[in-house]
Nanobody, 121 residues
Framework: QVQLVESGGGLVQPGGSLRLSCAAS????????MGWYRQAPGKQRELVAT???????NYVDSVKGRFTISRDNAKNTVFLQMNSLKPEDTAVYYC???????????????WGQGTQVTVSS
């Protein structure tokens, strides 16, 4: 089996920073793209940022210049550094990864359980 475990959420004041981490574990052969999504109350889940195994990144316009996605391929971990946080960044943040399990040839999308980020004074 494969698991994605997120950490690093919490309550922060506007203008503050948080760093999210997501570690993939289990019977993993390789990981392609990894990313972060978020879902605010009453809204659909949206893409925040993605990163390929080669390091190419993509961001939603609303976080460009404030958030940075990175990954440690040796540890199967993806990070999201969030700076200059705004109240509208408040959401549950979910980790996503395209993973090929050992003894399989296809890639499957896996999701973490989500971590709450609240930006409020």
């Amino acid at each position: 089996q494969v698991q994605l475990v997120e950490s690093g959420g919490g309550l922060v004041q506007p203008g503050g920073s948080l760093r999210l981490s997501c570690a993939a574990s289990g019977s993993i052969f390789s990981i392609a793209a990894m990313g972060w999504y978020r879902q605010a109350p009453g809204k659909q889940r949206e893409l925040v940022a993605t990163i390929t195994n080669g390091g190419s990144t993509n961001y939603v316009d609303s976080v460009k210049g404030r958030f940075t996605i990175s990954r440690d391929n040796a540890k199967n971990t993806v990070f999201l550094q969030m700076n200059s946080l705004k109240p509208e960044d408040t959401a549950v943040y979910y980790c996503n990864a395209e993973i090929r399990r050992r003894h399989y040839t296809n890639y499957v999308n896996y999701w973490g359980q989500g971590t709450q980020v609240t930006v409020s004074s």
